[in-house]
């Protein structure tokens, strides 16, 4: 079975700061896809950024950038120049390629709060 | 294009009774899922599908029961429904699942 692990219940970040969110999983796959999803006080599940195991280069998406060490099974989520709208639940998801059914399992959430 | 599409978006229920929670997408996805949500367990899957006609269990599917006679719709149900059903439910499809899936605004349910 698979684990996704967000180890931070909750991080802090002043405007136009950088923020870094953990997140390991446990899986013997070699094979699958990373997700960082955001959700806002609306409670609004947004797609950030998405990862394919097999692709070294790490993904970027604007302001949002991963961190992606497969051999440590760690995939933390970088933002920079934080805004106030940042401010969120961030989930980490992972789903394994093989899985016909496409299932995700997601991680706890980390709680981003940005202060002026 | 409305994107998925769940309702209601609140409701309140009495031990015991009934409801379906309303799914729909407009973007011809085949891969369907519902997810409930509860404070510090992120998102646990009950039910999915892959296509009209065909579902299967997640993590956490009793007490609840879907159907998918047609790509566009995947109901929930709650056969009969429990305090510990309290939660809020998203609905999420997918054309291809390593693209990530699109979801729903949510319903908070509460039984009491």
Same mark, same amino acid.
Request: glycine share 8%; charged share 15%; net charge neutral.
């Given at each position: 079975a698979?684990?996704?692990?967000?180890?931070?219940p909750?991080?802090?970040?002043?405007?136009?700061?950088?923020?870094?969110?953990?997140?390991?999983?446990d899986?013997?796959?070699s094979?699958?896809?990373?997700f960082?999803?955001?959700?806002?006080p609306?409670?609004?599940?947004?797609?950030?950024?998405?990862?394919?195991?097999?692709?070294?280069?790490?993904?970027?998406?604007? #302001? =949002?950038?991963?961190?992606?060490q497969k051999?440590?099974?760690s =995939?933390?989520?970088?933002?920079?120049?934080s805004q106030?709208?940042?401010?969120?639940?961030? =989930?980490?998801?992972y #789903?394994?390629?093989?899985?016909?059914?496409?299932?995700?399992? =997601?991680?706890?959430g980390?709680?981003?709060?940005?202060?002026? | 294009?409305?994107?998925?599409?769940?309702t209601?978006k609140?409701?309140v229920?009495k031990?015991g009774?009934? *409801?379906t929670? &309303?799914?729909? &997408?407009? *973007?011809? /996805?085949? $891969? *369907?899922?519902?997810y409930?949500q509860?404070?510090?367990?992120g998102l646990?899957?009950? /039910?999915?599908?892959?296509?009209a %006609?065909?579902t299967?269990? %997640?993590?956490?599917?009793?007490? $609840?029961?879907?159907s998918?006679?047609?790509?566009?719709?995947?109901p929930?149900?709650?056969?009969?429904?429990a305090?510990s &059903?309290?939660?809020? $439910?998203?609905?999420?499809?997918?054309?291809r699942p390593?693209?990530g $899936?699109?979801?729903?605004?949510?319903?908070?349910?509460?039984?009491?």
């Amino acid at each position: 079975a698979q684990t996704v692990t967000q180890s931070q219940p909750e991080m802090s970040v002043q405007e136009a700061e950088t923020v870094t969110l953990s997140c390991t999983y446990d899986t013997s796959e070699s094979d699958y896809y990373l997700f960082w999803y955001k959700q806002p006080p609306s409670r609004q599940m947004i797609l950030v950024i998405r990862q394919e195991a097999y692709k070294q280069q790490n993904a970027t998406e604007n #302001r =949002f950038s991963v961190n992606f060490q497969k051999a440590a099974k760690s =995939f933390s989520l970088k933002i920079s120049d934080s805004q106030l709208g940042d401010a969120a639940m961030y =989930f980490c998801a992972y #789903r394994r390629a093989t899985d016909s059914w496409g299932k995700l399992q =997601f991680g706890a959430g980390t709680q981003v709060v940005v202060t002026p | 294009n409305a994107g998925v599409t769940q309702t209601p978006k609140f409701q309140v229920l009495k031990t015991g009774q009934s *409801m379906t929670l &309303q799914c729909a &997408q407009d *973007m011809n /996805h085949e $891969y *369907m899922s519902w997810y409930r949500q509860d404070p510090g367990m992120g998102l646990r899957l009950i /039910h999915y599908s892959v296509g009209a %006609g065909i579902t299967d269990q %997640g993590e956490v599917p009793n007490g $609840y029961n879907v159907s998918r006679s047609t790509t566009e719709d995947f109901p929930l149900r709650l056969l009969s429904a429990a305090p510990s &059903q309290t939660s809020v $439910y998203f609905c999420a499809s997918s054309p291809r699942p390593g693209l990530g $899936y699109t979801f729903g605004s949510g319903t908070r349910l509460t039984v009491v």
